[in-house]
């Protein structure tokens, strides 16, 4: 059991998915956790879920955030510092993809996915970072994805944006050291169907190719990200910072060649 109690994790991007996982980790762990998300249903679906597990209701808070938008973030962290009295891990997972063709892709497009994923990023640490700094075990966890080092067709954007916020994760490790530790964790293929807003979510049966393409053996779960976030923000890796951590069942380091 990591030592969270009285300690407060903000996680963007909670209202489902992986963020939604992410914000579950923490919860378990007794910390106060501030969910945000764009999609105000599935935020608010989120906060109620988390308090049919068992959270206590004084531990959560949700606000609603487009964190591309500077006047928004500085609302968010203000009124989570203000609802919990301090902030301590800053999880930076909100993401928008756009897998356009790429002479298709316009510029409003790019500038989307990029608003989101990167510049949300750098809005949420830049106006967080004082808070963290007086927590005296501050962390911020960017979440990356695999396509930050190898790529499908069509995903310019989203690509792009993840190895911008994979290197803006080393960056504010060394500027924002030793106070706060900065890493950063790269998802690979991670089932999300059943983690899901209530009018989208779906279960999904994977082949067992799909499965044995993976040196696991098994797709990823949300789950397996909450874990690795948890222990990321923990004290047990206060000498980690500035690192990616890959998880995608050693997807990446296999090599496959076509028949």
């Not at 378990?28 to 597990?53: F, S, Y």
């Not at 962390?139 to 916020?165: C, D, F, M, P, V």
Request: proline share 3%; charged share 25%.
């Amino acid at each position: 059991m990591y030592h969270f109690k009285n300690k407060t994790a903000l996680v963007t991007g909670s209202g489902q998915g992986i963020g939604k996982a992410i914000a579950q980790a923490f919860s378990h762990h007794e910390a106060n956790v501030v969910l945000t998300d764009q999609d105000e249903e599935a935020g608010r679906e989120a906060l109620q879920w988390l308090l049919e597990k068992g959270a206590p209701a004084e531990s959560l808070h949700f606000v609603p955030c487009n964190v591309a938008d500077e006047g928004e973030v500085k609302r968010l962290i203000r009124e989570s510092v203000d609802r919990f009295g301090r902030l301590d891990f800053l999880v930076n997972n909100a993401g928008l993809s756009n897998f356009t063709p790429f002479e298709e892709l316009t510029v409003a497009g790019w500038d989307e996915v990029l608003g989101v994923n990167l510049r949300g990023a750098f809005l949420c640490s830049k106006f967080a970072a004082p808070h963290l700094k007086e927590s005296g075990s501050g962390a911020i966890l960017n979440i990356t994805s695999t396509r930050a080092h190898q790529s499908e067709k069509q995903s310019e954007a989203y690509a792009a944006s993840k190895g911008g916020l994979l290197s803006l994760t080393h960056a504010l490790a060394i500027s924002l050291g030793p106070q706060v530790r900065v890493n950063a964790i790269s998802p690979g293929w991670i089932e999300v169907g059943h983690w899901k807003k209530k009018s989208q979510r779906k279960e999904i049966h994977h082949s067992a190719q799909e499965r044995e393409q993976h040196p696991a053996g098994r797709v990823g779960e949300p789950e397996d990200i909450g874990r690795a976030a948890v222990f990321l923000c923990s004290g047990e890796a206060g000498f980690i910072t500035g690192q990616e951590l890959i998880i995608d069942g050693g997807m990446s380091k296999r090599m496959i060649y076509e028949a």
